[in-house]
């Protein structure tokens, strides 16, 4: 049985599978609708309440939600990234990309910093609920892992996964891991926040742009059809001009959404080598709104811009060696180039 | 166990009960028709399995077309692939289940005559398997003379390796900490044999030749010999050991006790001689799960002269105990 | 006390203790510098090159004896030789997960563990560690409680099957990471056995561990205890043809990484090596991702090194043995033979200024007195006399650059020479003998191994790739030697290079000659000298069956795609046009005595 994108309708990709029988998962024996719904109940109730929390006590930072909610926000991009026309998932590969979405940000409670590889450090109960087989379990934490962070100091996560079958079923590991990646960086809205904590100033200071940063993005809008996304901010004149910190230097919120949405930019474009041909994006359309204040009906003006691939690559700076770094250390820390290549063939010549 | 010799033209009459399952394997040697021919009509086997090398020359698909005719109706076509092990075990493993095996108590009769090494062994597995409380009898009808017409010291049944491969069942057990410890059975292959030895490079090495009196025929010794000779001398460093080429608990014996000379070692086996000394070494392995079985494919079969059939029979009953799985050693 | 036994045996260097290694081993590091340097590196060459000999020597307790040092930590690098046995990772039943279950993440496991129980043994075997000290040793058992049980433990194994030793007894805690090891890879081949007979997919619940999630990160760790080398680990992984396409890929896998600041991947292929991609099917690359070395190739186009390495090594066994050192002495010249060639030479030099080719006199004596004189027995008149391959010098050019194609004949006429003598010592091997031994070796490696190679047909236009190559070696041997009997101004050719592009079918069955040796392939500046072009050499082992001169320069000759076909279909019509001076072109003209020119060696021992 398999998911078409195209008939989801509105439909989260979750409730598409907590209405699959057993049989639609081919010659599995397996439960995995049963198993699903075991593995949210237990995250949902003993994990994520519990994630900021970790985060909170082992590194000192107030994190935006990472709890149920917004794991629900990141299962309803995934599933409006996957409503596109041609996108199809079968009963087991709704599985292991839900299992990863539950998953994905739990290592927090260790602490926020490489939290994507800590899934490993978890243990207890959290095993029995993946079920018995080493390579499936281990397909679903890598799939979580590779949301972000580096291996081995690459930060190509995604294009070293291998796709190996598991008990008989091919799952597309890339493209599952792409789109859990890219919802995940769209699940940064307003609804991640805690509105109460940020009107009465209770989000401590290295936290505070983050928590401002969300609250602006008001809505994320994935429209399949035009293979663009349009985000929509909305920031206030106060807002405009309150000042944060981030790693020692200042900057208002305004500087922040221009440096998030170009990251985004940038995830698009890395998580659509995986996604293409059945899931395509091509630009983000952002619009900020400003208002003069909270209660303000009207905007002051709108600023609108759009990320795309564009135009001819521009030369980097250091040219050929900033593309490729161990060029720059040829022989002995000295670059390749013409007159480095004479000495080198003279030196082997004797 | 117990094994008795008989004439080809008895044989029918020799065998005291009705078979459910009969299985040979079409060749290129004329002696894959002897058993089959003996057995064809007289009533004492039930449904027929003639295995054969799908990817083998003209004669094997020309002798398993007359045997599929001879055996009649109830003869069923098996093919094996020697260059697929999987598809052999697959395609086995489904004409047993056709033939009723999987209901356990069939009793079977086995021409084990021209089946290679590694297909003899992997139905060994398959049947191990299956055998309930029924009777496995093996026949195995022995050449008169291999490799016909040239003198003992020119004689050749194959040249060259393709691949040396693990055989499908019997992977032993990897150590890697631990050294190797190679036992070959040799039979006329000196060539093959010592590119066993090139390709493992053991730290261990364990020449194993027939016991005189044991082989089928004198003559056949006498050939044995040489062929261990010549590879003895290429060989710095070796021990010897002899073995029986008919009687399968004695052969498993030997392997044991050669193995257990050198307990910190892995353990790989190469049976190259008789069919009936590889049936021995099977059940070595059913014992100790450690010793993994090697097969070495050929490259080139003297096709036109590999042998030509004698007029007897070997038939050796397979105990319970056989089939027994044991401790590792 | 010598060692008795012969002293040219081929031994497995896996088996030699370290004091033999570096008695024997020559050191050819300047040759294939790469090796003990760090970075990723393949080593190609044919079974017999030295390669596992070299491995042997980078291994620490050799390391330790031969640099005079006494604690590992003043080592380089640590390097763990893994030797990879036809049967011990290839098993037939992993052939059963190919596109069913976990394929690649069960066999980078099985790899995974089944290296770091070699790390383990290596150091218990080769690294002397006894001697360690107890802060040392503590370390050690700290390393195992700490990073080596967490390591573990996110790999999945939660409960080890042996628990921890209680004393820090460094030579019981190796124990334990061996026994632990093994007992991992036991369980993945006892996983593979339920799977022999299957054909679905059996759900595995042991412990997986890869390169980046556990095996670097242990390597890394082990190399920060205090005793190791500051250096990286090298993992030195010999004969990787026997590796299946799986583990193949997850090993490039691994070379991709580029990791080799920590873990250095030295990896020996006999030149079968399935392929080069990785499990994400991306290719890696010399030179960014690894260097790459073909024994082979090195030593046909630098005959001069080799000649001192065999001499070098042929010189460390006399002198191990007791017996006479000089390699030149101990495998004479057939003396009556090499008087002749002498006199062709003096005469040659007499009338260079009359009709001399070459440059300077001795230029045509080199060129052209053996070949006359091997000429001279093949005319119609020959006598019974025969050309003899004998003398040291000879016998080095016949190995053809791999080191086991000298030895191993070697070990044969010393047990001839054993055999006909009279018991006492050997003081030389009679240059009959050598040349008995020599033709043997050549006839066995074209008639017999080349039997053993062929496919089942018979019929040339369709018959297997072996067949095919069997008639362009007898096609160009035949022809080397026609031109050898000629009066061409270059006599002595032993190669041919391509002026056009040679065709996929040609290509194939040159591959295929070089796969087993039959064939060198290099590469040579095109007819135009506007680039390169792909060069076959054949093999020096072939030359006493096809009467060639084997010894010095040997040059070679511009052939097209076409020509090799036809030698491929009818060699002996390629052979009757080569004696009518067609199909082969000569190079562009060059002194080629600029090129490498033949090593000095000695005229042999006299013989009575």
């Given amino acids: 049985m398999k998911l078409k994108g195209k008939e989801l309708k509105g439909k989260t990709i979750d409730e598409w599978l907590k209405k699959r029988q057993p049989k ?58 996957v409503s596109s026309d041609d996108c199809t998932l079968t009963s087991y590969e709704a599985y292991i990309l839900l299992a990863a979405i539950q998953l994905h940000d739990i290592g927090n409670i260790l602490g926020r910093s490489g939290h994507e590889s800590r899934l490993r450090d978890l243990e207890g109960q959290l095993e029995g609920l993946l079920g018995d087989d080493s390579a499936e379990k281990r397909l679903i934490r890598t799939i979580a892992q590779v949301h972000g962070g580096s291996n081995n100091g690459d930060k190509d996560t995604i294009g070293h996964l291998v796709e190996d079958p598991v008990l008989n079923q091919i799952v597309r590991a890339k493209f599952l891991a792409g789109i859990l990646r890219f919802a995940d960086e769209l699940a940064d809205d307003s609804q991640r926040i805690s509105a109460f904590a940020i009107q009465n100033d209770a989000i401590p200071e290295p936290s505070r742009l983050f928590h401002k940063y969300s609250a602006s993005l008001q809505s994320v809008y994935i429209d399949s059809k035009g293979r663009a996304i349009d985000l929509h901010y909305e920031i206030t004149g106060a807002g405009a001009q309150e000042e944060f910190s981030k790693q020692g230097s200042k900057l208002y919120l305004l500087d922040e959404i221009l440096h ?27 619009k900020i709104k400003v208002f003069k204040a909270n209660n303000s009906t009207g905007t002051l003006f709108s600023i609108g811009y759009r990320l795309e691939d564009k135009g001819y690559p521009t030369m980097p700076e250091k040219g050929i060696y900033d593309v490729c770094p161990e060029l720059s250390t040829w022989r002995n820390g000295k670059p390749l180039n013409g007159t480095m290549l004479i000495e080198e063939i003279k030196e082997r010549d004797g | 166990m117990p094994h008795t010799k008989t004439k080809l033209s008895e044989l029918s009459d020799t065998l005291r009960q009705r078979f459910d399952i009969f299985i040979c394997s079409a060749s290129y040697e004329e002696r894959c028709k002897s058993i089959p021919n003996a057995v064809a009509d007289g009533g004492k086997v039930g449904k027929r399995l003639v295995c054969f090398n799908q990817r083998s020359s003209a004669v094997v698909t020309s002798n398993a077309r007359q045997l599929l005719e001879r055996l009649g109706s109830s003869a069923q076509r098996v093919p094996l692939d020697k260059g697929n092990p999987l598809a052999t075990a697959d395609n086995l493993q489904r004409a047993l289940s056709q033939a009723g095996a999987d209901d356990g108590d069939q009793s079977y009769l086995v021409d084990i005559t021209t089946f290679t090494h590694e297909s003899l062994l992997i139905l060994l597995r398959l049947l191990q398997a299956r055998v309930g409380r029924g009777l496995v009898l093996l ?49 006329f292959e000196t060539d093959r044999a010592e590119r066993l030895l090139d390709e493992y490079q053991p730290h261990v090495v364990s020449l194993g030749f027939g016991k005189e009196g044991t082989a089928t025929a004198a003559k056949h010794h006498r050939v044995n010999q040489l062929a261990f000779g010549q590879l003895a001398n290429k060989v710095s460093k070796y021990n010897e050991f002899e073995f029986s080429c008919v009687d399968v608990a004695a052969v498993e014996s030997v392997i044991t006790a050669q193995a257990s000379k050198f307990p910190e070692c892995n353990v790989v086996i190469a049976p190259m001689n008789t069919k009936l000394s590889t049936v021995g070494v099977a059940g070595a392995a059913f014992r100790n799960e450690d010793f993994q079985l090697c097969y070495a494919s050929a490259a080139q079969y003297n096709v036109e002269g590999y042998s030509r059939p004698g007029d007897t029979c070997v038939l050796t009953a397979l105990s319970a105990e056989y089939w027994k799985e044991g401790a590792n050693i | 006390m010598s060692p008795k036994g012969n002293p040219f045996s081929v031994h497995t260097p896996e088996d030699i203790t370290a004091s033999e290694v570096v008695d024997l081993f020559v050191d050819v590091f300047s040759d294939f510098y790469n090796v003990p340097n760090q970075g990723n590196t393949f080593l190609h060459g044919p079974r017999g090159s030295g390669k596992s000999m070299m491995f042997r020597y980078l291994e620490p307790d050799c390391q330790l004896l031969a640099s005079k040092q006494e604690t590992l930590r003043n080592l380089p690098f640590y390097a763990v030789y893994i030797p990879i046995k036809n049967t011990d990772l290839k098993l037939t039943e992993l052939e059963r997960l190919e596109n069913k279950h976990a394929n690649v ?46 390591l573990l433990n996110k790999a999945g194994l939660t409960k080890p099957p042996r628990s921890l030793p209680k004393d820090r007894k460094i030579s019981t805690n190796l124990q334990w990471c061996i026994d632990v090891f093994d007992d991992l890879c036991s369980s993945v081949v006892n996983y593979l056995r339920r799977l022999s007979f299957r054909r679905t997919a059996l759900t595995y619940t042991g412990p997986l561990c890869g390169y980046l999630d556990f ?55 006999q030149l079968n090596y399935k392929t ?31 000649y001192g390495r065999v001499e070098e090594i042929v010189r460390r066994r006399l002198k191990r043995h007791q017996l006479p050192e000089n390699p030149t002495e101990f495998f004479p010249v057939y003396a009556k033979q090499e008087r002749a060639i002498r006199e062709i030479e003096a005469s040659y030099i007499a009338k260079w200024r009359e009709t001399g080719r070459g440059n300077r006199p001795r230029d045509d004596a080199y060129r052209y007195a053996r070949p006359d004189f091997i000429t001279s027995l093949s005319g119609p008149k020959k006598g019974s006399s025969k050309y003899r391959y004998a003398g040291f010098e000879q016998l080095v050019y ?29 003081t030389h091997i009679d240059s ?27 019929e040339p236009r369709h018959a297997g790739r072996f067949l095919q190559l069997r008639n362009l070696l007898h096609a160009l041997g035949g022809a080397f030697h026609e031109i050898l009997i000629s009066d061409k101004s270059e006599r002595r050719v032993f190669s041919i290079a391509f002026s056009d592009v040679p065709d996929r079918d040609v290509l194939h069955v040159l591959k295929l000659g070089v796969q087993y040796g039959y064939l060198h392939e290099a590469s040579i500046g095109n007819k135009e000298g506007t680039g390169r072009t792909r060069m076959f050499v054949l093999s020096r082992r072939l030359a006493p069956f096809f009467m060639l001169d084997p010894t010095g320069f040997a040059g070679y000759k511009f052939v097209t795609n076409s020509a090799i076909k036809e030698a491929i279909l009818r060699p002996k019509a390629f052979i009757n046009s080569i004696s009518n001076g067609e199909l082969l072109e000569d190079p562009p003209q060059m002194s080629l005595f600029e090129q490498d020119a033949p090593p000095k060696s000695d005229n042999g021992a006299e013989e009575a």
């Fill in chain 2, 139 to 187: 026949s195995y009808s022995p050449a008169d003379e291999y490799s016909i017409g040239l003198p003992d010291e020119e004689k050749w049944l194959s040249k060259g390796i393709t691949d040396i491969r693990s055989v499908l069942g019997y992977p032993g057990t990897t150590r890697p900490s631990r050294k190797s410890h190679l036992i070959v059975l040799m039979g």
């Fill in chain 3, 432 to 458: 009959s003998i050598q040349d008995t031994v020599i033709r043997d070796e050549a006839e066995r490696f074209m008639v017999a191994e080349f039997q053993k190679l062929s496919d089942e047909e018979a």
């Fill in chain 3, 215 to 269: 095996l670097l990160p242990m390597l890394k760790e082990l190399r920060a205890l205090p005793f190791m080398p500051r250096g990286p680990i090298y993992l030195l992984l010999d004969d990787a043809d026997n590796l299946n396409e799986t583990q193949t890929r997850i090993l490039n896998s691994w070379v991709f990484c580029r990791t080799s600041a920590d873990v250095s991947l030295k990896i020996s292929t």
């Fill in chain 3, 276 to 306: 080069f991609r990785t499990a994400t099917d991306q290719r890696i690359d010399s030179p960014h991702d690894y260097t790459e070395i073909d024994i082979s190739t090195v030593y046909a186009s630098s005959r001069s090194h080799y």
């Fill in chain 1, 24 to 81: 639609d998962f081919g010659d599995l024996k397996t439960n995995y609708v049963t198993r699903y719904q075991s593995l949210e109940a237990f995250l949902k109730k003993d994990v994520h309440p519990l994630v900021s929390l970790g985060a909170a006590v082992k590194d000192g930072i107030f994190l935006n939600d990472h709890g149920p909610a917004h794991v629900a926000t990141v299962i309803k991009r995934a599933s409006e990234l």
């Fill in chain 1, 260 to 286: 998030r949405t170009l990251k985004m930019h940038y995830e698009r474009t890395y998580c659509m080598r995986f996604l293409r041909p059945t899931i395509q994006i091509d630009c983000l359309n952002v």
């Fill in chain 3, 398 to 426: 016949l190995s053809s650059g791999v080191i086991r194609y000298f030895l191993e004949p070697a070990s044969r006429m010393y047990a001839d020479a054993q055999a006909t003598g009279d018991g006492g010592p050997i």
């Fill in chain 3, 105 to 150: 993440v069960l066999n980078e496991h099985f790899l995974a563990v089944f290296i770091a129980a070699r790390v383990f043994a290596s150091l218990r075997d080769r690294a002397n560690v006894e001697n360690l000290s107890t802060e040392h040793a503590q370390s050690f058992a700290l390393f195992l409680a700490g990073p080596l049980g967490k």
